[in-house]
């Protein structure tokens, strides 16, 4: 997982960054900024952790490692970055100051470690489906804002709509990279609503939103709900979408989605963006009984049982004082 000193170059990190990026996923980059012999991690080493935990770099040795993925993962799901600093507990104290988490580490080794964690979520992912002036209106906004964006026309071409990042000429919203996270808006205007509809509430998109007057889009819904759909999926459905302008021409239409999905996401109605399936992923974390350590489940190379549990541990050398004595470490609930 985490290789050596001599493993992945910043190049190849970068690299792996810039693969994440264009898939859409979430990481953090993991920089070393201040270490003390003998630790093993660099000054200027970088790693990535992405949302299910895994490690692609190097940063430190075993001690260090399994909190640097439970505070990047913590950093992810908050959105937000932090200087973390690794050391005896003795010192934590001297290195207490706002902006920095103190993480106790019982290793052998009198090292320590300062690690900035910087989470890098996704951009918003805007797939437009419909031939209509405010669908290609609207993905034009969101490419000039950063965003990702994406046209669904079935009679498209890709020629006909320069600066967008793609065009898909399928209704396969997986085509599309429809997922989760993805913000789905319906613009077909009364070309093929309810199918496109129906399709965007299945692939789950976080947020799914339909061009329509009120009265149309109570028609569509209606059609839906005796299709089988249940109510709690077509309350999801944002209808009529955007921000109520009145009677504007189309393009305007496209003005007041972008102007409401801004202001959602924002407000954090919408989420950081880190992708929640990603995030609730489970990782299993354990407490190291006889230093304090965390670590990952799967990971742990050294496992003992007692009294029909199981302890993990950082080291064969925790392992070997738990196993010499399980009663002095083992806290029976």
């Known amino acids: ?58 940063i430190a040795g075993a001690c260090a490692e399994p909190t640097v993925v439970a ?19 003795e010192e934590l104290a001297s290195h207490r100051r706002e902006g920095v988490i103190v993480v106790p580490i019982q290793c052998q080794s009198e090292g320590a470690l300062e690690v900035y964690l910087e989470p890098v979520l996704p951009k918003p992912n805007v797939v437009a489906i419909g031939r209509s002036p405010a669908a290609d ?14 046209l669904v026309d079935d009679r498209g071409s890709a020629s006909d709509h320069p600066g967008v990042e793609r065009v898909v000429t399928t209704l396969d919203l997986s085509a599309a990279g429809v997922d989760e996270d993805s ?3 319906v613009a077909t205007q009364g070309h093929y609503d309810e199918e496109a509809l129906e399709r965007a509430i299945a ?37 009529p979408v955007g921000l109520d302008l009145g009677s504007v021409p189309s393009e305007e239409i496209a003005v007041a989605i972008m102007a409401d999905l801004v202001r959602l996401r924002a407000s954090g109605d919408l989420g950081p963006g880190a ?35 199981t302890f993990y541990f950082c080291s064969a050398g925790c392992r070997a004082s738990f196993e010499a004595d399980p009663s002095a470490y083992a806290r029976m609930e």
């Not at 950093?75 to 005896?88: D, M, N, Q, S």
């Open 275 to 309: 992708g929640p399936a990603a995030l609730q992923s489970e990782i299993h974390e354990a407490i190291d009984p006889v230093c304090g350590m965390t670590l990952m489940v799967a990971d742990a190379r050294h496992v003992a049982t007692h009294q029909g549990r």
């Open 203 to 239: 692939v789950g998109a976080r947020y799914v939103g339909l061009v329509a007057s009120k009265k149309r889009a109570a028609t569509v819904l209606d059609y839906l709900r005796a299709r089988g759909l249940s109510e709690a999926a077509l309350n999801r459905v944002h209808a």
């Open 1 to 58: 997982m985490g290789g050596h000193p001599g493993g992945r170059t910043l190049n190849d990190v970068l690299d792996a960054a810039r693969e994440l990026a264009a898939r859409g996923q979430p990481y953090v980059l993991a920089t070393v900024v201040w270490r003390r012999s003998p630790s093993s991690g660099r000054i200027g080493a970088r790693a990535l952790v992405t949302a299910d935990g895994r490690i692609r770099g190097w």
């Open 71 to 89: 505070e990047a993962r913590r950093a992810l799901a908050e959105g937000t970055p932090r200087l973390v600093f690794l050391g005896p507990p």
């Open 137 to 150: 209106a609207l993905v034009r906004m969101a490419a000039a804002l950063g965003w990702r964006a994406c």
């Open 183 to 185: 913000f789905v808006i």
